[in-house]
């Protein structure tokens, strides 16, 4: 397990040009790190972030998780929130979307799941909160442009949109622009920095895998109407 970790977070630092092709869940070892290890850390850090955000958990009906993963930004989020909504996860892997409904089960949240590309995914109608978190750093150029013009669209018609990703600039060169054009509209930018107690699990792996995560960090954007 040590070892998937190793080589998944060089994949993340060193090799970002294969993300796109999937290599992060490439390989049981890779997913069943990216599970037992990014999971909880996603989940910790956006649990964090929705709570401290205004007007953040107070739900709306349904809860659009893109690129969901796992499912635990998406049910951190959800599970925040004063009126538990809805989830529905969207990605294009098949095994990430099995672990999602599992994640999202084991919070006792009513969701479904869908296979579909995030930047053309057909989305409910509006209110709706839209949460993209650690994914869009996976997108090429065009793809991820086009999601941004959407998302301020959405947030016009009542939608609640919360963006994070990590905090290091060459993981997100895209993140200035996306400021910018977020801050226009009306919305905020956060940066996190925040102690984590860790799961004995995620512990054990960190320093198996020479990691140190005992302090968790991102960045966000948030749009609201």
Not at 54 to 71: F, H, M
Not at 109 to 119: G, H, K, M
Request: one cysteine or more; hydrophobic letters at 45%; proline letters at 5%.
């Amino acid at each position: 397990m040590s070892r998937a970790l190793r080589a998944l977070s060089s994949t993340y630092v060193e090799r970002r040009e294969r993300l796109t092709q999937g290599a992060a869940l490439s390989g049981a070892g890779k997913r069943a790190a990216f599970a037992l290890f990014y999971g909880p850390l996603h989940y910790l850090l956006v649990r964090t972030i929705v709570r401290a955000l205004p007007a953040a958990t107070i739900g709306s009906r349904t809860l659009v998780d893109l690129g969901c993963g796992t499912g635990a930004a998406g049910a951190a989020w959800a599970h925040a929130c004063n009126r538990r909504p809805q989830v529905v996860g969207i990605d294009r892997h098949p095994w990430a979307l099995g672990e999602a409904a599992r994640t999202y089960r084991a919070f006792g949240l009513t969701a479904r799941t869908r296979q579909d590309n995030i930047e053309s995914a057909l989305l409910p109608k509006p209110p709706v909160m839209v949460l993209a978190a650690f994914t869009l750093n996976e997108l090429q150029d065009r793809p991820r442009d086009a999601l941004l013009q959407r998302f301020v669209e959405r947030a016009s018609s009542g939608d609640r949109v919360l963006i994070v990703e990590p905090r290091a600039g060459s993981v997100a060169p895209w993140w200035n622009k996306w400021r910018d054009i977020f801050l226009k509209a009306g919305g905020a930018e956060g940066e996190w920095r925040m102690h984590a107690e860790l799961p004995a699990i995620v512990a054990k792996l960190d320093r198996a895998a020479g990691l140190d995560h005992r302090e968790l960090t991102g960045r966000s954007l948030w749009l609201a109407p």
